[in-house]
Nanobody, 118 residues
Framework: QVHLVESGGGLVQAGGSLRVSCAAS????????MGWYRQAPGKQREVVAV???????NYADSVKGRFTISRDNAKNTVYLQMNSLKPEDTAVYYC????????????WGQGTQVTVSS
């Protein structure tokens, strides 16, 4: 119903920047919030940033001031600009979206690997 495809992951040195993108298709007009989660090796998946349909962002404390989430509703795409990357940011980054009808539905992308080297 909603399909999410991520792109832009890769390898970057500490202090560098990377931007990941997520394009949504399907029942896109019903999408409410979109965001990014990440899962590092041996750790649980955690929220990185979420942006509402109205454009209000929320960030994990660990990325505040370094990451910026944005969305382009015309392109049905959400972005995560990652600056001043640290090795601790290394993880698989997953795109997230939800929509509401009678109940809340959640959707996930397949993930894209981001590796930050020292």
């Amino acid at each position: 119903q909603v399909h999410l495809v991520e792109s832009g992951g890769g390898l970057v040195q500490a202090g560098g920047s990377l931007r990941v993108s997520c394009a949504a298709s399907g029942r896109i007009f019903s999408i409410n919030a979109m965001g990014w989660y990440r899962q590092a090796p041996g750790k649980q998946r955690e929220v990185v940033a979420v942006i509402t349909s109205g454009g209000s962002p929320n960030y994990a404390d660990s990325v505040k001031g370094r990451f910026t989430i944005s969305r382009d509703n015309a392109k049905n795409t959400v972005y995560l600009q990652m600056n001043s990357l640290k090795p601790e940011d290394t993880a698989v980054y997953y795109c997230y979206a939800d929509r509401w009808s009678i109940v809340k539905y959640e959707y996930w992308g397949q993930g894209t690997q981001v590796t930050v080297s020292s």
